[in-house]
């Protein structure tokens, strides 16, 4: 089970840091990940991060949005700063068990529930 939170409205160039608890079974040596899904588009990739906390980003959010984990708490965190109109979405935390990230939605067998994230122009 996987637990999102910490999402709101902002005004651009603000911040949000979005937070995803997961049941121990589900985090536990698994790729964690954040993917978006804005009205009409399709759900994308944000970031993941492995058990062992390397990360991999989307090219827009780099330098942006920063992803990281608590392996003690079963927590997951995505940092996002300097925000665009554009990063409105409803924000989802997932997890797979692997080693290697993967940015396909499809392989992920795990999923929250989304935070609304909005920011204005």
């Known amino acids: 089970q996987l637990q999102a939170s910490g999402g709101g409205l902002v005004q651009a160039g603000g911040s949000l840091r979005l937070s995803c608890a997961a049941s121990?079974?589900?985090?536990?040596?698994?790729?964690m990940g954040w993917f978006r899904q804005a009205p009409g588009k399709e759900r994308e990739f944000v970031a993941a991060?492995?058990?062992?906390?390397?990360?991999h980003y989307r090219d827009s959010v780099k330098g942006r949005f920063t992803i990281s984990r608590d392996n003690a708490k079963n927590t997951v965190l995505l940092q996002m700063n300097s925000l665009k109109p554009e990063d409105t979405a409803v924000y989802y935390c997932?997890?797979?068990?692997?080693?290697?990230?993967?940015?396909?939605?499809?392989?992920?067998?795990?999923w929250g529930q989304g935070t609304q994230v909005t920011v204005s122009s």
């Open positions: 991060i492995t058990w062992y906390g390397t990360t």
């Open positions: 121990g079974h589900i985090f536990s040596n698994n790729v």
């Open positions: 997932a997890a797979v068990r692997d080693t290697g990230i993967w940015v396909d939605p499809r392989k992920y067998d795990s």
